[in-house]
C-alpha cells in the first residue's frame, strides 16, 4: 500500500481541525480552548475537542492580519506589555476578516502556567469576559527531581478530570487516555529524529521547512495522525550519503520565528551561511518516558517544558545543541512579546562567548509585524556575516 506523502497528511490535518471544531460546536460537543503545553491526552480521553487560541495567533500572523487584529483588540492600553498572541486572539471580536471564520466559542478554558504567566492573565479574561469555566493547572519548576512536586501535579491532573466531567458529565476513557499518551510519545521520539537528520551537512530539511511541519506537534499531539504525519517525514528525508559534502557555516536560531514572514527568519543567507536549526522547534519535545502510567508521564512531560525550566538547565540545553549541531554562530531572537524567552538570551550570549562563539540579537517580536524593522535586522545580520567570515 503507497504511503501519503507528509504533505497530503498536513493539509488534511490543518483543515480537519479547523472544520471539525466548528462541526463540533455545531453538533453540542464540548469545546476546550487550551494553552500550548496543557495536558491534551486528558480533554480527548473526555470527549472534548481542543483547539489552541497560540496556534490560531499563528495563523492570523501567517496570513498579514495580525497587526489589523491587535489594533482591532481594543487593548492598546496594553500593547507594550502583553504577548501579541492575546491581542490577537482579543482582536478576533473586533475583527470581521478572520481566517477559517475564526474559532467556534468555547465551553471551557484549561491554562497552564509551564511557558509562562502571560497564558493565565489571558485566560482569566477570556473567562470572566464570556463568563466560560476555567481549570488552572500550576506546574512549579524542576518538578521532575522532587517526588512532592509531581505528587502535587499528579494531583492538579486528578482535579482536571474532576472539572471537566462536572462541564461534560462524560467519564475518562483510559485506553483511550494511553493510546494518546504512547502517540504522543512516539511523535515526540520523531519530531526529535526528523530533527537529528540536520546534524549532518548538507542538510535535510531548512530551519523554516522544520517551522512549517510543526502544527501537528502543537495541536495534534496525542492523535495517529500526527505520528503519521512525522513518520512520513522522516521517511521521506532520509540522508543520501553519495550526497555528502562540507557546507556552509551552520547558525543556530534561538528562539520565536517571525511568523508574519514568508519564510519566518530574515533573510541575507546564501551558500556561505545557513540557519540549520531554530530550537524553537523542539521545545516541543516533551519527555513521556516516565514509565507505563499515563498520569506519570503527563507529569513529567508538562512539568519539564522549555519555558519553565531553571536557567541553567536551559544555557546547558543550548550548548549542548550547538555541540552537536556543529553550530559556528547563534542569532537570539530578542522576541519583544514573550519576557520568559527573553530572559535567557544575555546569560546564553555570555556562555557563548566564553567558548569564542559570535552570537548576536535581533529585536522584532514573534506575531507583530509594527516591531519588526527589516533595515535594521539587514544590517545586524550583515555585520554578523563579516564577524562570522572574520572569525
Ligand atoms: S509567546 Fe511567550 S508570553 Fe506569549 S503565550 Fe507564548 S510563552 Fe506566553
Avoid at 1 to 19: D, G, R, V
Avoid at 170 to 196: G, R, V, Y
Avoid at 326 to 332: S, T
Amino acid at each position: 500500500m503507497k504511503l501519503e506523502s507528509s504533505k497530503t497528511i498536513l493539509t488534511k490535518l490543518f483543515t480537519e481541525y479547523y472544520l471539525t471544531g466548528t462541526q463540533a460546536k455545531k453538533e453540542g460537543k464540548p469545546i476546550a480552548f487550551i494553552t500550548a503545553f496543557a495536558p491534551v491526552e486528558i480533554l480527548r480521553a473526555m470527549g472534548v475537542f481542543c483547539m489552541y487560541p497560540e496556534s490560531y495567533a499563528v495563523v492570523c500572523a501567517a496570513s498579514k492580519k495580525a497587526s489589523e487584529m491587535i489594533h482591532a483588540s481594543r487593548m492598546s492600553s496594553f500593547t507594550q506589555d502583553l504577548c501579541s498572541y492575546s491581542l490577537i486572539d482579543f482582536g478576533t471580536e473586533h475583527y470581521e476578516r478572520l481566517p477559517y471564520g475564526g474559532l467556534p466559542d468555547p465551553d471551557m478554558l484549561i491554562a497552564t502556567n509551564n511557558q509562562c504567566g502571560t497564558t493565565l492573565l489571558w485566560f482569566k479574561l477570556l473567562s470572566k469576559k464570556k463568563n466560560i469555566p476555567l481549570f488552572i493547572i500550576d506546574y512549579p519548576a524542576a518538578a521532575d527531581d522532587r517526588p512532592a512536586l509531581r505528587q502535587y501535579i499528579r494531583r492538579q491532573h486528578e482535579s482536571l478530570v474532576e472539572f471537566v466531567q462536572q462541564q461534560t458529565s462524560n467519564p475518562i476513557d483510559d485506553q483511550i487516555l494511553s493510546e494518546q499518551i504512547a502517540n504522543s510519545k512516539k511523535t515526540c521520539q520523531t519530531w526529535k529524529n526528523i530533527h537529528e537528520l540536520n546534524k549532518q551537512s548538507p542538510i535535510r530539511l531548512s530551519a523554516n521547512k522544520l517551522i512549517n511541519a510543526l502544527f501537528p506537534i502543537v495541536a495534534a499531539k496525542g492523535t495517529k495522525s500526527a505520528c503519521d504525519y512525522y513518520e512520513a517525514l522522516l521517511h521521506e528525508n532520509q540522508p543520501s550519503p553519495e550526497n555528502e559534502s562540507k557546507g556552509a557555516t551552520r547558525l543556530l536560531w534561538h528562539g520565536y520565528p517571525m511568523w508574519f514572514l514568508a519564510k519566518k527568519f530574515p533573510g541575507c543567507f546564501d551558500t556561505d551561511f545557513q540557519i540549520v536549526l531554530d530550537d524553537y522547534t523542539l521545545w516541543w519535545d516533551l519527555d513521556y518516558s516516565s514509565g507505563a502510567d499515563p498520569m506519570e508521564a503527563m507529569t513529567k512531560a508538562y512539568s519539564s517544558t522549555y519555558l519553565n525550566w531553571p536557567l541553567n538547565q536551559k544555557l546547558d540545553w543550548v550548548e549542548s545543541l550547538v555541540d552537536e549541531y556543529a553550530i559556528g554562530g547563534v542569532i537570539c531572537h530578542a522576541n519583544r512579546s514573550c519576557r520568559r524567552a527573553l530572559a535567557d538570551i544575555v546569560p546564553l550570549r555570555k556562555r557563548l562567548s566564553k567558548r569564542n562563539i559570535p552570537s548576536i540579537i535581533v529585536e522584532s517580536d514573534m506575531a507583530n509585524p509594527d516591531f519588526y524593522s527589516k533595515e535594521q535586522v539587514r544590517l545586524r545580520i550583515e555585520s554578523f556575516r563579516e564577524t562570522l567570515r572574520a572569525s
